[in-house]
Nanobody, 114 residues
Framework: VQLVESGGGLVQPGGSLRLSCAAP????????MSWYRQAPGKERELVAV????????NYADSVKGRFTISRDNTKNTVYLQMNSLKPEDTAVYYC????????WGQGTQVTVSS
């Protein structure tokens, strides 16, 4: 069963978005989860990781202090709160386990532009 990302859109620089990822079909609460992004012409990069119980998080330097990853194990869902967005955050955002072991979903497009 595929991962399903949602919540992307067009936002002005400095704005905020909250992404969600529904992750059915496996023992969600047993896995670290992560968000990745892929900008046009670039490789997919790891953005944030959260431990299985939600108590530990880690971020790419480029988003540290602006993005927050969280999860709700009762809903098999992982979130990414993105604040102070910059044009360089423009990308398709994907979630997966960490390390990535599930089939990739379709992603959700985030465009930061004035």
């Amino acid at each position: 069963v595929q991962l399903v990302e949602s919540g992307g859109g067009l936002v002005q620089p400095g704005g905020s978005l909250r992404l969600s990822c529904a992750a059915p079909g496996f023992t969600f609460s047993s896995y670290f989860m992560s968000w990745y992004r892929q900008a046009p012409g670039k490789e997919r990069e790891l953005v944030a990781v959260i431990g299985s119980a939600g108590g530990s998080t880690n971020y790419a330097d480029s988003v540290k202090g602006r993005f927050t990853i969280s999860r709700d194990n009762t809903k098999n869902t992982v979130y990414l709160q993105m604040n102070s967005l910059k044009p360089e955050d423009t990308a398709v955002y994907y979630c997966n386990t960490y390390p990535s072991r599930r089939a990739w979903g379709q992603g959700t497009q985030v465009t930061v532009s004035s």
